[in-house]
């Protein structure tokens, strides 16, 4: 039986209608931008693997400090204990992390990061005496698929089954010029008619919404509203750190800095699960006291693993080395020549670009998954490129590592796409 054969026995996937879509290819190989499959064909990684493995797959610096580190430690339970891995991560982090970050929180994955960030600033008020219920967002934000990551999402058609059982969450609309005087009005009302206790945000780029973006200015006013009010800022940056953005946070492109940031993805170089929830000495402060109920009870059992906590810190090693900045530099740069070009093509409506980010969306109609999605995936990994399509709109988001050669074939392939619709 081939793989996928007997990968259709047993195995159930995330976010897949079987009866749908049955197959699954299997890959048996990755290497820096590639990904190869159990015929020997190769594909570039143009999402590199949902924005985790940035540095390139199998990345030789990563591995080797990795296997190095499971000689060592491979785990030990982080309440109670401590070890060099968790605080050399720890001190790198406050090198690049925006400045009045102090404290970090561990946990597994970039929802439960999130929800993590809820608890903290529900449990904030909480412990200075307040009883703070509501959580703003923004509509068609993506933070995770737990409750409550779930809960601050945009509403998706999937929720049905757990919807009355979300917590209680206001949605405003991603601002822009045309709405933001509306907007700005309704978030203000909000904060004076209820009891909120934090705005969550994926700053600049929401990532499942397709790569919308949207002015720092703008968020830049909410934010401060919410600070005059003490309504705690979540900075979900899952997607967006770790140099995405052309800055080591898109919060960086903002004057008023979160209390609180989610980080995942790329937080391990694409090696491990792990997350960051990161916060402020304010918060921390609220949870100090001779009273143990007032302490954070939150606790996961792989928390600070030292095997996740190495690579994250190799990673954030080759982040900062000339070479790795040079290639942001080099790809934010070939994506700006080729919008150029591809957005006069008729098929094309619009396109946008933060740093190593780029999107555009197709001048057509259509349901976000309808059978054009399929269609152009298919196209893309005949091709040799893997891309998911979101609904209308085409990203990419590779490696950092991707050779122009490579990134060159992923542009040409797209504009043979339009060519298919
Ligand atoms: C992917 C993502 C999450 C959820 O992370 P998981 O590791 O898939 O749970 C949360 N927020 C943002 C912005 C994301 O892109």
């Known amino acids: 039986m081939t793989l996928q054969e007997r990968d259709k026995k047993h195995l159930w996937h995330p976010l897949t209608q079987h009866k749908l879509h049955p197959n699954h290819l299997a890959i048996t190989k990755a290497k820096g931008a590639l990904l190869f499959d159990d015929q020997g064909k190769e594909y570039i990684d143009g999402i590199a693997s949902w924005y985790t493995c940035m540095y390139g797959h199998c990345n030789e610096y990563i591995t080797a400090k990795v296997s190095e580190q499971m000689q060592q430690l491979d785990h ?10 968790a605080i050399k991560l720890s001190e790198a982090l406050m090198q690049i992390l925006p400045k009045n970050q102090e404290k970090i929180f561990f946990s597994d994955n970039g929802s439960t990061s999130v929800d993590i960030a809820i608890k903290m600033a529900l449990q904030y008020h909480f412990n200075n005496g307040e009883k703070r219920g509501k959580i ?8 995770g698929d737990t409750f409550g990551a779930m809960s601050v999402s945009g509403l998706s058609v999937y929720n049905g089954p757990f919807e009355d ?14 709405n933001f005087t509306a907007v700005k009005k309704q978030f203000v009302e909000l904060i004076r008619t209820h009891k909120v206790a934090a705005f969550i945000y994926e700053p600049l780029v929401q990532g499942a919404a397709a790569m919308k973006m949207f002015k720092a200015e703008l968020l830049d006013e909410l934010l401060a509203i919410a600070k005059e009010h003490n309504v705690l800022c979540i900075a979900d940056e899952v997607m967006t750190g770790f140099g995405k953005t052309g800055k080591d946070f898109a919060s960086m492109y903002l004057t008023n800095q979160p209390d609180i940031i989610c980080l995942s ?11 960051i929830t990161s916060c402020t000495e304010k918060v921390y402060n609220a949870f100090l006291s001779d009273d143990i109920g007032k302490g954070f009870f939150h606790g996961h059992t792989y928390s600070a693993n030292p095997i996740a906590c190495t690579a994250a810190l190799a990673g954030i090693e080759l982040l900062q ?36 980010i780029y999107a555009l969306d197709l001048n ?10 399929y269609k152009l995936f298919n196209f893309f990994m005949e091709n040799g490129v893997c891309l998911r399509p ?13 050779t122009d050669e490579q990134l060159q074939k992923v542009y040409r392939i797209i504009e043979e796409s339009l060519g298919i619709i």
């Open 76 to 85: 030990v339970v982080f309440a109670g204990f401590t070890h060099e891995p």
């Open 136 to 143: 703003i967002a923004l509509e068609d934000g993506f933070h």
């Open 165 to 178: 059982f979300f917590i209680d969450v206001a949605r405003i609309q991603v601002p822009t010029e045309e």
């Open 265 to 275: 993805k790329s937080l391990t170089a694409g090696l491990v699960p792990m997350a």
């Open 321 to 356: 080395t000339q070479e790795i900045q040079d290639c942001i530099e080099r790809i934010t740069k070939a994506h700006a020549d080729f919008d150029a070009k591809i957005k006069q093509h008729p098929k094309v409506k619009e396109t946008r670009q933060l740093g190593v």
């Open 364 to 373: 057509i109609e259509m349901d976000r998954y309808g059978d054009l999605r």
């Open 390 to 402: 979101l609904g209308n709109t085409i990203y990419i988001l590779a490696p950092y590592v991707i």
